[in-house]
């Protein structure tokens, strides 16, 4: 029988833990003809979560768990229990039950009809409208400016082939926009559409920096768009400027007693082009940072805990296959 593997992050989520685990048995039970292995990944979570999910091993020899040392972040965390995953599929599943468990059957089946990439895509959700229109502007806009196609209101919950998992571990990338990744490697996608519900209990751990950080990631990491509307804003503008100090001249040579410069002009142009080089500066940082995350090549993770593998963790700057 074939093996799926279902990958589910946690951070503070021991409310939400029974239930999911409870809901994903009744899929299992739906699912007969395959094996399972329930990979549980804890970011250094300060509530009960890992002890909750370590009271349900004795009785589930499926479920595994990876402690990490600290809170190594919302992106490297899942990725790195993706690679560690040994199905035939691995399926993405967040732990705050806002992506529904039950579409699991649906994605194995259009995984079994020949996708090798399945993604839950949001159709809908119940989280505030302003909220809802600030994230499908964003998608709209990267979308545009990415060098792939990338897929709006994507989160990562998704049905992914082995084929897709070992072309990720050849990848390496140590801090990867794994939404962005997928779009790259250019596998058909089957789209499953859902409305993403409300959070029952807990607290959403995305705050602005988190939201930020993920939101600058996608763009940086997939388009080159922006470094070079810097430098194209550069040269127009310097045009520009080059133009309005001509006519300050012609216009002061012609008009000698009549024509009086003034302050305003001057305080507005260099707040103007002070404020735009302090944009596109940041820009620039932005790209630079991403590039100093790549040459440090830290681990994903470090792991302080792994219960109910075979083996040691997977390097997977070190494997190649694909």
């Known amino acids: ?19 999911l685990y409870a809901r994903l048995l009744r899929v299992r039970a739906q699912l007969p003809h395959y094996r399972f292995e329930h990979i549980f990944i804890d970011n ?4 009960d979560t890992v002890l909750r999910v370590k009271q349900l091993m004795p009785a589930d020899s499926a479920v595994r768990l990876i402690v990490n040392a600290r809170n190594f972040g919302h992106i490297r965390s899942p990725y790195h229990a993706l690679l560690q995953a040994t199905g035939d599929a691995v399926v993405l599943l967040a732990s705050d039950l806002q992506d529904p468990p039950e579409l699991i ?3 194995v089946r259009a995984w079994e009809s020949g996708y090798r990439v399945v993604a839950g895509v949001k159709e809908q959700s119940r989280e505030s409208r302003s909220m809802w229109f600030v994230r499908s502007a964003y998608y709209r806009l990267a979308r545009k400016m990415a060098d792939v196609v990338l897929i709006e209101h994507f989160t990562g919950f998704g049905l992914y082939d ?14 990867p926009y794994f939404r962005g990744l997928i779009a790259e ?5 089957k789209r499953i559409l859902y409305t993403q519900p409300t959070r029952k209990r807990g607290i959403t751990k995305n705050n602005f920096y988190t939201l930020y950080d993920m939101a600058m990631l996608g763009i940086t990491s997939h388009s080159k768009i922006p470094i070079r509307l810097a430098t194209m804003a550069g040269f127009a503008l310097s045009i520009v400027s080059f133009l309005i100090s001509l ?3 012609i216009l002061k040579l012609v008009l000698w007693d009549r024509f009086q410069l003034g302050t305003a002009p001057l305080l507005i142009g260099m707040f103007f082009f002070g404020s735009v080089q302090i944009f596109f500066i940041g820009l620039i940082g932005e790209y630079i940072a991403a590039i100093h995350t790549q ?23 070190k494997d190649t296959s694909v």
Not at 10 to 15: M, V
Not at 299 to 313: K, M, Q, Y
């Open 1 to 19: 029988m074939k093996l799926i593997s279902i990958v589910t992050p946690c951070f503070n989520e021991a409310d939400n833990v029974d239930e």
């Open 44 to 47: 250094a979570s300060t509530d």
């Open 105 to 107: 059957i649906d994605m």
């Open 162 to 175: 082995r084929a897709v998992i070992n072309v990720l571990k050849s990848i390496g990338d140590p801090y």
């Open 185 to 189: 490697i250019g596998f058909d996608v």
């Open 247 to 249: 006519t300050y001249l």
């Open 295 to 317: 040459v440090l090549r830290r681990p994903l993770v470090v792991e302080s805990e792994r219960l109910n593998f075979d083996g040691p963790p997977q390097d997977i700057s």
